[in-house]
């Protein structure tokens, strides 16, 4: 195959050049992730009105949750956000194979987070200590303790579905690796993915002192 | 005599899949056109069949149950299936990207994407009607749709569905007008549409996530209980209202900032003159867009906030309505010494000065502490926002339709039916709408069934005149749709307007234009050229 | 005295009214004045620039912006709207700080109706009964939903929350019947929740709040049973003439059969009657919703026994 061909291979018939294209999705990229910190946003509202007024519930209620798991799946967190950006650099090197071990090794580290998460909740579930209307924990003093457990299961539950969400991506751009669709000059939709792999990541590390660590 | 061209983006490719799988940006306008004409018509019915309600005290042709469901449904529609995608998603999406010289959206797939969210979205929020309806109005507010037996949960899942598309279109429109523009086409050089759903998506990709995550939470209030905004379990019903606003008042922006995109486009062609305070008009979007975040609170000033954050949150609210009083008196400017032609789309832009002026003075009644307290949930709020949605952006939108119908289709519509129409939604729109303001300053609380025999001539009023607005839009459901086989060839450039889509033919090629685009002039330079007017 | 209002407003009821109503006015006035300019100047723009009064094609004047024009039009508006914004501010904290001296009267709004406690042990039900020229303070929550209290004539209107106090006041200029409004949507009686403020001089509310504390004697229970149907708010959901409302209708219905949610059938008697006053979503008839609120502490035993002797002798 000849370059030019290879060229109009990815270069979409309504732009003009690739450098357009890449600074188009690049763009996309960021404002999308302005979306989703302010989708969060509004949970990080109502966390921090919620612990304003009931600042000893949520002290007491804090207690339950483990710390030692959710350090442990900080590091496994930040672990992934490294291979993910060495990922790119190996791409942008051509190295394909050690791009497809590092995107794999990714890939392992989210699946080991939600493994972790999974103990974390089964726990908690079966101490009875759910959101709403469906706790019945008995042992944390303050006013509606039960709105502690809303706020923790909603606010790791839609990270954990933007973790999963993000396993599927990274699964995908490690497919599209394996079948040569990239190569050191085009390799957008992995830097693409690294972007919201690095903001999953970052959210979790809001979330984990905000959680865990109330002093 | 004008020609049909021989291939364009209506013919190119034929069949319902060549629809349904378009990434024509062109075509993704129009099944989005088809998607809120529909929801207008039902939006319309609902109004229709509220007003027949009112015309007597006590019950006409329904009990209380279904005439909550009908005006919750009513604003429901209007707003999310039919406003917000309104002049964005259809005549933006049909118009940007041929405005800026450009072949089609930054993305086009995910500008299809959209299209199917806002379908799936608009069925599942139809699909509560049959699972029991809703009676909460619009708003939604807690704890009554926590309690309320009807089906929140359908309603606020399509809301939050509606939301995605939303936030995609914004997304896809402002990488566009960033990266797309043609070579030439300098940020102060794009027509001032442009800068309208510029502004317009800023707010639709900050803003609507709010509202994702405040419709999901209620949603998880109904399911689980939280407890975030259900008295009941400990949490604040307050709370909603503040989460609700902070997206549900930047979306009045959503809804406004395009149609004055709209209008300056119409006031100067049909002026034949360059507009008046450009940076003025395009610098005022951005700073309604901004300032648009900070002005939630004045819609609870007497929901028991303190006095103080009132104070404030009515202090921007007085910030925010200066902007949109210099676009008014900027679109007036430009009409001095112009060459004006009242053609069909000029019309709509005249309807919606006056109507829209009367909006927004109304709304400093509104923004104004002591006299909200009595005009709060009053007919008088219903009356305003009425004049600004409808006779601002309906208006805006109904311009900009008889403005590029020609674009669209390659053919004219019938202009002494157009001003037949023109003149009955003009009237009937004043005589529904301006006799609720007296009602409101009268006490009468908006959203009630039943009322006080005092009231029952002004309501009576409003009735007869939703029935000549009614008509109006018939006859322009007739003849718009007549002519798109049977209407006069309209030629590439009907109204003579300088702008970009113009310069292809009618309708345009597949690609947008025949070469690409370079500007060589201004979006509204007529001191130095006389446009040719294709059809007169 | 002034009854009918003017072309907006209503009467001016209450002391601080009167203010509003001028801060109204000159809104009103402001406005028209600007939109007299706006109509004028598209209208006559329009006719003076009309294409048909041009006689060759010409290109226009290219007139980009005018800053002198563009101050003057960006200035005036914004002096104007802060003036209007410092004066509603101010008058909204004198409808928003309680004199000293007020009366307190608790309100409570629930679904769908008003109940007033007095502190000298009075309840009424939709009938706030205030003395004229004497400042009232309301202390308001809600039962379940959120509601708004509004009286027109008074320019009065603060939101009844479930979940803690909320605090208007007023004081009556003259004696008078007015409307009192629910103006937060709360369902399906919200546009029944209708009550009557009742301003009386001083002397007359002395002895109302006299009768108040002996209600009804002298009244067969039938008639005080009547009386109470209308006053305890049972007439905004059921009807006593067989019409379909919120409710079932309570003719004709003692010592038959009725139908309820359960597919169950009991037979209507007194204790059925109690039960479904204190105890409403006990047995819920057929077709229903589960919407009425408990008397429980609203109404006494006398009362109780009056209503049911009412529903016995409806036909």
């Known amino acids: 195959m000849s370059t030019p061909a290879k060229h109009s291979a990815y270069l979409a018939h309504h732009f003009s050049d690739s450098i357009q294209q890449s600074d188009s999705a690049k763009l996309g990229m960021w404002i999308f992730l302005l979306t989703e910190i302010l989708l969060f946003g509004g949970l990080f509202v109502a966390y921090a009105i919620y612990r304003a007024w009931n600042p000893d519930m949520f002290y007491n209620a804090h207690k339950y949750l483990d710390v030692t798991l959710g350090a442990l799946n900080t590091v496994v967190l930040i672990t992934s956000s490294l291979t993910m950006a060495l990922s790119i650099r190996c791409m942008q090197l051509g190295n394909r194979k050690r791009t497809m071990h590092l995107l794999l090794v990714t890939l392992i580290l989210a699946g080991v987070f939600l493994i972790v998460k999974y103990f974390e909740y089964s726990h908690k579930i079966h101490l009875g200590q759910l959101p709403g209307k469906y706790y019945t924990f008995t042992g944390i003093e303050g006013n509606n303790p039960h709105i502690f457990f809303s706020i923790y299961f909603m606010m790791t539950g839609l990270h954990g579905i933007h973790v999963l969400a993000g396993m599927g991506v990274i699964g995908w751009i490690l497919k599209r690796t394996s079948r040569g669709d990239f190569s050191p000059e085009y390799y957008t939709p992995i830097e693409l993915t690294g972007l919201y792999w690095h903001l999953v990541d970052m959210i979790w590390i809001f979330l984990f002192p905000l959680l865990y660590l109330i002093g | 005599m004008n020609t049909m061209p021989e291939k364009h983006y209506l013919n190119e490719k034929r069949g319902w899949k060549s629809w349904l799988f378009t990434l024509d940006h062109k075509r993704i306008g129009i099944l989005y056109l088809y998607g809120i004409m529909a929801a207008f018509l039902v939006g319309g019915v609902f109004a229709m069949l509220v007003r027949l309600e009112l015309l007597h005290p006590g019950r006409d042709l329904m009990d209380a149950k279904t005439y909550n469901q009908f005006f919750t449904l009513h604003g429901a529609v209007m707003i999310f299936l039919f406003i917000i995608p309104s002049i964005p998603a259809a005549l933006g999406n049909f118009v940007l990207p041929q405005m800026l010289g450009a072949k089609d959206v930054a993305f086009p797939k995910l500008n299809l994407a959209s299209w199917y969210i806002y379908v799936v979205g608009a069925l599942v929020a139809i699909y509560s009607i049959y699972a029991g309806g809703v009676d909460t109005g619009w708003t939604f507010y807690t704890p009554y749709s926590t309690t309320t037996s009807t089906s929140v949960v359908a309603m606020t899942l399509g809301a939050f569905i509606l939301g995605f598309s939303s936030i995609f279109t914004g997304l896809n429109f402002i990488v566009t007008i960033h990266k797309m523009r043609a070579p030439g086409m300098t940020w102060f050089k794009m027509p001032l549409f442009i800068w309208g759903l510029y502004a317009t998506a800023i707010i639709q990709v900050m803003a609507t996530p709010v509202l994702g995550i405040t419709l999901l939470l209620l949603i998880m209030e109904r399911v689980l209980a939280v407890g975030i905004f259900d008295p009941a379990m400990g949490g604040d019903p307050v709370l909603f209202q503040h989460f609700f606003w902070f997206y549900s008042h930047p979306a009045v922006y959503i809804m406004i900032l395009p149609g004055m995109g709209i209008i300056s486009e119409l006031i100067a062609t049909f002026s034949q003159k360059k507009i008046f305070g450009y940076k003025a008009i395009a610098f005022s979007s951005l700073a309604i867009a901004f300032i648009s975040f900070l002005v939630w609170g004045h819609h609870m000033f007497v929901s028991g906030q303190s006095q103080l954050a009132s104070m404030i949150f009515s202090f921007l609210t007085f910030l925010v309505g200066i902007p949109s009083g210099i676009k008014v008196f900027n679109w007036v400017a430009t009409m001095y010494k112009g060459i004006i032609r009242f053609d069909t789309p000029m019309l709509y832009a005249l309807a919606f000065l006056f109507l829209f002026t009367i909006g927004g003075l109304t709304g400093i009644f509104l923004g104004t502490l002591a006299t909200d307290v009595h005009l709060h949930d009053t007919y008088f709020v219903v009356a305003h926002f009425h004049y600004v949605m409808m006779g601002g952006t309906v208006m805006a939108f109904l311009g900009g339709i008889h403005f590029w119908w020609p674009k669209m289709w390659g053919r004219m519509f019938n202009k002494k039916w157009a001003l037949l129409s023109w003149l009955l939604i003009f009237i009937g729109f004043n005589m529904t709408f301006f006799t609720q303001f007296i009602l409101g300053t009268k006490g009468m609380p908006r959203r009630y069934y039943n009322y006080l025999d005092q009231y029952q001539p002004l309501h009576a009023f409003s009735s007869y005149g939703s029935w000549v607005l009614g008509l109006g839009f018939l006859i322009m459901a007739v003849y718009l749709f007549y002519s798109i086989k049977r209407g006069p060839v309209a030629g590439n450039n009907p109204w003579g307007s300088l702008t970009f889509e113009w310069k292809s033919s009618s309708p345009p090629p597949v690609a947008n234009f025949e070469t690409e685009p370079i500007l060589k002039h201004g979006p509204y330079d007529y001191d130095k050229i006389i446009p040719e007017r294709t059809y007169s | ?315």
């Open chain 3, 1 to 315: 005295m002034d009854t009918v209002g003017t072309l907006f407003m209503p009467p001016e009821g209450s002391t601080f009214a009167g203010e509003i109503d001028s801060l109204f006015y000159f809104i009103v006035y402001a406005s028209m004045v600007i939109f007299g300019i706006v109509l004028f100047g598209m209208l006559f723009f329009g006719l003076r620039y009309r294409h048909s009064r041009h006689i060759a094609e010409a290109t226009t004047p290219g007139i980009s912006h005018n800053t002198k024009l563009e101050l003057v039009w960006s200035i005036i508006p914004t002096v104007l709207v802060l003036i209007v914004f410092f004066w509603g501010f101010h008058v909204f904290m004198k409808m928003n700080v309680v004199p000293k001296d007020a009366m307190e009267i608790k309100v409570t709004g629930q679904k769908w109706f008003w109940s007033f406690d007095y502190p000298e042990g009075v309840t009424t039900v939709n009938e706030l009964v205030v003395p004229a020229g004497i400042p009232v303070k309301l202390l308001m929550s809600s039962q379940d939903v959120i509601h708004s209290f509004f009286v027109p004539d008074f320019r009065v209107k603060m939101d009844v929350l479930p979940n803690r106090y909320s605090v208007t006041w007023f004081e009556a200029k003259r004696p008078g019947i007015y409307n009192l409004f629910c103006a937060e949507f709360c369902g399906d009686g919200h546009s029944e929740m209708i009550g009557k403020v009742k301003v009386v001089n001083e002397r007359e509310y002395a002895v109302w709040l006299e009768e108040g504390t002996s209600q009804g004697e002298g009244l067969s229970p039938e008639q005080l049973g009547e009386q109470l149907f209308r006053s305890k708010a049972c007439i905004t959901c059921h009807s006593a003439e067989g019409q379909r409302l919120i409710g079932p209708p309570v003719n004709g219905i003692f010592g038959h059969d009725v139908v309820l949610k359960s597919g169950q059938k009991v037979i209507v008697d007194e204790n059925y009657l109690r039960q479904s006053i204190l105890e409403p979503q006990a047995d819920i008839v057929a077709g229903y919703d589960p919407v009425m609120p408990t008397y429980q502490g609203l109404l006494n035993d006398r009362q109780i026994d009056a209503l049911v002797a009412y529903i016995k002798s409806l036909k």
